[in-house]
């Protein structure tokens, strides 16, 4: 890393250079609020193909991840519904996208415990919906309970409203929903600021993801 480069503040250019075939990209955001949309466009811009995506939803037609499915450069998805994504929905039901089901819910879990080091846990939402099969159940109080894995990713995409160089984030309203579970990934987090706040300015009190779980800002 350059001398003169501030913090973690990168250029699209940089950015760009670390999306590669294959890999497995954890998206935050979800239902039209807090999609990275800018850094979205990067994965497409570099030609990458063969992802599997992490993500809340398929995004809609031509927006947000349902871009990425509109251009055929996802072969799986772990996500709650595709219902919203023409795309998602036709490339489903020829053979040419694997959707790995999974309540919402449990999608946020499987998250937060990928970044915090968990590697699976028992959940009730999904059973006797059929994403019990092949999964071990176990009985807790009289209760059926399936074992759900953590999810970690190579890149998570997070977007927030405010970064300061070293990482620092805060988010508003709706849109942090999954944004800061999604900046837990221990894989590579690349962040997209609406503002870029000098240190100190955000304030300790409105900081939700602490510098150490950023690796990358796009500042331009």
């Not at 979205?40 to 992802?51: C, K, M, N, P, T």
């Not at 019990?132 to 059926?144: S, Y």
Request: charged residues 25%; contains cysteine.
């Amino acid at each position: 890393m350059s001398e003169e480069r501030l913090g973690k503040l990168y250029t699209a250019d940089e950015i760009i250079k670390e999306f590669k075939d294959g890999q497995t990209i954890m998206l935050g955001g979800g239902s039209y609020h807090g999609n990275p949309n800018r850094l979205i466009d990067l994965v497409l811009e570099s030609g990458v193909r063969h992802l599997t995506t992490i993500s809340i939803d398929a995004g809609i037609y031509m927006h947000d991840v349902g871009k990425w499915i509109h251009e055929g450069i996802v072969d799986k998805m772990i996500t709650s519904h595709i219902g919203k994504s023409p795309d998602a929905l036709k490339a489903y039901n020829e053979g040419r996208l694997e959707v790995d089901f999974c309540p919402a819910g449990t999608i946020i879990e499987r998250m937060r415990a990928g970044g915090m080091g968990i590697p699976a846990f028992f959940v009730k939402p999904g059973m006797y919906t059929g994403l019990e099969k092949g999964k071990e159940i176990r009985t807790f109080g009289g209760e059926e309970y399936m074992l759900e894995t953590a999810l970690t990713a190579d890149i998570s995409l997070v977007r927030c409203r405010a970064a300061d160089p070293l990482g620092n984030l805060s988010y508003h309203g709706t849109s942090e929903n999954s944004n800061p579970i999604a900046a837990l990934n221990p894989g590579l987090t690349i962040v997209e600021p609406d503002l870029i706040l000098e240190i100190d300015e955000i304030g300790m009190s409105r900081i939700k993801t602490p510098g150490v779980f950023v690796d990358r800002i796009l500042c331009d």
